[in-house]
């Protein structure tokens, strides 16, 4: 799997989906959320599946964040993620702003283009709308489908050229964006 959707800018036919196949994540989902994340980035699931575990843990809807899913018959054909974030080593640069951040989003390359990544975004901005009045996003300009989602949902840049080495963008490559929540 390649680690970017190809940019395709006319809709393909097909069936889509809104937010009756979203749901908050389970430990259950683990296995399934660790194998859509190897299959991105070419990872080892026997590396990746303890970090899954943990996050599922932390993210569990508490003040920490959020891990959403979409699941369609019994199949997981994405997931993403929301958590707050502050500056430092682990954190976001200096010259973002702390807070809440959508940390990832991942569609099955199978069940691409039918809505689900903007379900799945939708979801996690009704859960922060009752947290924030704010948030922010961060992508690599080479990615125009996931730019063209935010950037369709409203999401605004307010910074480019920055170092990320967590999010493993370089100046060249990095963007940020902001959504106001009213
Ligand atoms: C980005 C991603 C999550 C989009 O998921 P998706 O379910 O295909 O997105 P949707 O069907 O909800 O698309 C919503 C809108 O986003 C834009 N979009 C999505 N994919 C696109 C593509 N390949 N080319 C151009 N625009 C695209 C379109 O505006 C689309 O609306 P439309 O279909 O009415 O034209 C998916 O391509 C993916 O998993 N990519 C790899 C992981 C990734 O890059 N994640 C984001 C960074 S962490």
Same mark, same amino acid.
């Given at each position: 799997?390649?680690?970017?959707?190809?940019?395709?800018?006319?809709?393909?036919?097909?069936?889509?989906?809104?937010?009756? $196949? %979203?749901?908050?994540?389970?430990?259950?989902?683990?296995?399934?959320?660790? *194998? +859509? @994340?190897? !299959? =991105?980035? #070419?990872?080892?699931?026997?590396?990746?599946?303890?970090?899954?575990?943990?996050?599922?843990?932390?993210?569990?809807?508490?003040?920490?964040?959020?891990?959403?899913?979409?699941?369609?018959?019994?199949?997981?054909?994405?997931?993403?993620?929301?958590?707050?974030?502050?500056?430092?080593?682990?954190?976001?640069?200096?010259?973002?702003?702390?807070?809440?951040?959508?940390?990832? $989003? %991942?569609?099955?390359?199978?069940?691409?283009?039918?809505?689900?990544?903007? *379900? +799945? @975004?939708? !979801? =996690?901005? #009704?859960?922060?709308?009752?947290?924030?009045?704010?948030?922010?996003?961060?992508?690599?300009?080479?990615?125009?489908?996931?730019?063209?989602?935010?950037?369709?949902?409203?999401?605004?840049?307010?910074?480019?050229?920055?170092?990320?080495?967590?999010?493993?963008?370089?100046?060249?490559?990095?963007?940020?964006?902001?959504?106001?929540?009213?």
């Amino acid at each position: 799997m390649s680690e970017y959707a190809t940019y395709q800018p006319q809709r393909p036919a097909g069936e889509r989906f809104g937010n009756d $196949v %979203i749901r908050p994540a389970r430990l259950a989902d683990a296995e399934a959320i660790t *194998a +859509l @994340t190897c !299959a =991105r980035h #070419a990872l080892d699931p026997a590396v990746v599946r303890p970090r899954i575990d943990t996050e599922l843990l932390a993210l569990d809807g508490s003040e920490a964040g959020c891990v959403f899913v979409a699941e369609i018959g019994h199949h997981l054909a994405g997931f993403a993620r929301a958590r707050r974030l502050r500056h430092g080593p682990d954190g976001v640069p200096a010259v973002l702003p702390e807070g809440w951040y959508l940390t990832g $989003v %991942i569609v099955d390359p199978a069940w691409r283009r039918r809505g689900l990544g903007s *379900a +799945l @975004t939708t !979801a =996690r901005l #009704a859960w922060l709308r009752r947290r924030s009045d704010v948030v922010h996003y961060v992508a690599n300009r080479a990615n125009g489908a996931s730019i063209r989602l935010h950037e369709g949902l409203g999401f605004r840049e307010i910074a480019r050229g920055f170092s990320y080495p967590r999010a493993e963008l370089s100046p060249e490559a990095s963007v940020a964006y902001e959504l106001m929540l009213p």
